[in-house]
């Protein structure tokens, strides 16, 4: 099984819709990442969190919110979905203690008509 | 503030050619610098990363990258590349505060047979 799977894999979605994206991983890493990806833009970060209670905001936050419900379950929210955020979006994870590489999922592909 | 640039955005090489991939960074202290490769479909997985020691880093899937202080880049290279190698390849330096990767913009890589 992989050690971070994202849902759903696919989504098409209305302007205007609330959208969720749910991330968990198996790694027992403590921090947890969206990244959105953009062609020509590579990833941006949209928000982070290092444990349950501290979350972050990233380079791109604004019309995103998170929720980080345990260590392994950190989920996206569009609360009101436009088409510019049409992309591919990314959870990672990584350990804590210093720098650490980052364990990417397989991504979610977002589309708003 | 940190930055990557990634100057080719597309490389067609020929199968069993060398391949180097450019990669220029922007960042105030010793950087961590990372190589990721995306295949179709997948999401990121690292092929290398550079935190500190020797300047020649040895990679998965015979790369491995070269870490200039002087030039400021982290070019990654493979002697001869293989018809699997084609995917998109994304550069990335990391800030020890907050283990935050900030990514270039990637490069392609096609493979002719």
């Known amino acids: 099984d992989a050690d971070v799977t994202q849902t759903p894999r696919n989504r098409i979605t209305k302007t205007g819709k609330r959208i969720m994206l749910e991330c968990s991983q198996t790694k027992g890493h403590d921090r947890m990442y969206w990244y959105r990806q953009d062609p020509g833009l590579g990833l941006q970060l949209i928000y982070y969190s290092f444990d349950v209670k501290d979350i972050n905001k990233g380079e791109i936050s604004d019309g995103y919110s998170v929720s980080r419900q345990a260590q392994a379950k950190f989920s996206l929210s569009l609360e009101s979905a436009i088409p510019n955020q049409t992309a591919l979006y990314f959870c990672?994870?990584?350990?804590?203690?210093?720098?650490?590489?980052?364990?990417f999922g397989p991504g979610t592909r977002l589309t708003v008509l | 503030a940190q930055s990557v640039t990634q100057p080719d955005i597309h490389i067609t090489v020929s199968e069993g050619a060398s391949l180097e991939l450019r990669c220029n960074y922007s960042?105030?202290?010793?950087?961590?610098l990372f190589w990721y490769v995306q295949s179709p479909g997948q999401g990121l997985q690292l092929l290398l990363k550079y935190f500190s020691g020797d300047t020649l880093v040895q990679g998965i899937k015979g790369f491995e990258a070269e870490f200039k202080r002087s030039q400021s880049s982290f070019n990654l290279r493979k002697p001869s590349v293989h018809w699997s190698d084609a995917a998109e390849y994304f550069c990335a330096v990391g800030a020890a505060a907050g283990n935050k990767l900030t990514f270039g913009g990637g490069t392609r890589v096609l493979v002719k047979p």
């Open positions: 960042y105030g202290a010793t950087p961590y």
């Open positions: 990672a994870t990584s350990g804590g203690g210093g720098y650490n590489e980052q364990f």
